[in-house]
């Protein structure tokens, strides 16, 4: 049977699997959770919005004929990826993720680490900070409980409402970005701090070069919890897990 893929995108390798497979002439539907407002064009049909669940995910896969899901979502697209977990098994249809290398401390850095969001708020306990909110919009609402802060935000769309933090300033941008872009960043906005995510990849790591370039505290949140699944570094490996 030919294959016809189903690609869960959103990151940066997402975009270069699309690449690698529209040169190799396989089927193949991207598909966009629909959180940014103009998201990355690409070289395959696209579709945007959730699926509805595992439910909804298993009829997708049966009424398109899918034959393979590679998840190339970001590294806390969680719910996301247990329901491709869920409903791939359920379908019978072969599923690997696409998923880049976490993030470790080097030498120079000062970096916390806590489990989740909540713990990365009772982190920021104490006196006023200036505090790089690494997070995206999603995430916000939980820092309420710590508005003595200043946050500086940086997001892929301005805002369009207004913001949960009583006290912010955001940054709209889209990476990659650059150690100077990102030291400038920190410099002009006198950061205390830095909180963000353990996405891993080298579209985000800048600022935590420039964290240990300044000496600057990072509190990073570890990846959360996942089924069991097969998991690959390359776009490379994916196509030959394809191929195979």
Request: hydrophobic share 50%; net charge positive; aromatic share 6%.
């Given at each position: 049977?030919?294959?016809?893929?189903?690609?869960?995108?959103g990151?940066?390798?997402?975009?270069?699997?699309?690449?690698?497979?529209?040169e190799?002439?396989?089927?193949?539907?991207?598909?966009?959770?629909?959180?940014?407002?103009?998201?990355?064009?690409?070289?395959?049909?696209?579709?945007?919005?959730?699926?509805?669940?595992?439910?909804?995910?298993?009829?997708?896969?049966r009424?398109?004929?899918?034959?393979h899901?590679?998840?190339?979502?970001?590294?806390?697209?969680a719910q996301?990826?247990?329901?491709?977990?869920?409903?791939?098994?359920?379908?019978?249809?072969?599923?690997?993720?696409?998923?880049?290398?976490?993030?470790?401390?080097?030498?120079?850095?000062?970096?916390?680490?806590?489990?989740?969001?909540?713990?990365?708020?009772a982190?920021?306990?104490?006196?006023?900070?200036?505090?790089?909110?690494?997070?995206?919009?999603?995430?916000?609402?939980?820092?309420t409980?710590?508005?003595?802060?200043?946050?500086?935000?940086?997001?892929?769309?301005?805002p369009?409402?207004?913001l949960?933090?009583?006290?912010?300033?955001?940054?709209?941008?889209?990476?990659?970005?650059?150690?100077?872009?990102?030291?400038?960043?920190?410099?002009?906005?006198?950061?205390?701090?830095?909180?963000?995510?353990?996405?891993?990849?080298?579209?985000?790591?800048?600022?935590?070069?420039?964290?240990?370039?300044?000496?600057?505290?990072?509190?990073?949140?570890?990846?959360?919890?996942?089924?069991?699944?097969?998991?690959?570094?390359?776009?490379?490996?994916?196509?030959g897990?394809?191929?195979?």
């Open positions: 049977m030919r294959p016809n893929l189903l690609i869960l995108g990151t940066t390798e997402a975009s270069a699997l699309a690449r690698a497979v529209s190799q002439g396989l089927r193949a539907v991207f598909s966009y959770a629909g959180r940014v407002a103009a998201p990355k064009s690409q070289p395959l049909p696209v579709r945007v919005g959730g699926f509805g669940g595992v439910d909804g995910l298993r009829t997708y896969l009424d398109h004929s899918i034959t899901v590679i998840d190339a979502t970001h590294p806390f697209a996301m990826s247990r329901n491709a977990v869920a409903a791939c098994a359920a379908e019978g249809v072969p599923l690997v993720a696409l998923q880049r290398s976490a993030w470790k401390p080097g030498a120079g850095d000062d970096w916390h680490a806590v489990a989740d969001i909540e713990r990365a708020v982190a920021l306990a104490g006196a006023r900070k200036r505090v790089f909110l690494a997070l995206g919009r999603l995430n916000l609402p939980a820092f409980t710590a508005p003595q802060h200043h946050y500086v935000l940086r997001l892929v769309d301005a369009d409402a207004p949960p933090l009583p006290d912010c300033t955001v940054v709209v941008d889209r990476g990659p970005f650059s150690v100077a872009g990102d030291l400038a960043l920190l410099r002009d906005h006198e950061i205390d701090l830095v909180v963000c995510k353990n996405s891993g990849g080298a579209g985000a790591e800048a600022k935590l070069v420039a964290a240990r370039q300044l000496g600057l505290p990072v509190v990073m949140i570890d990846r959360p919890k996942l089924p069991g699944r097969l998991e690959l570094a390359t776009v490379a490996d994916v196509l897990w394809v191929g195979n």
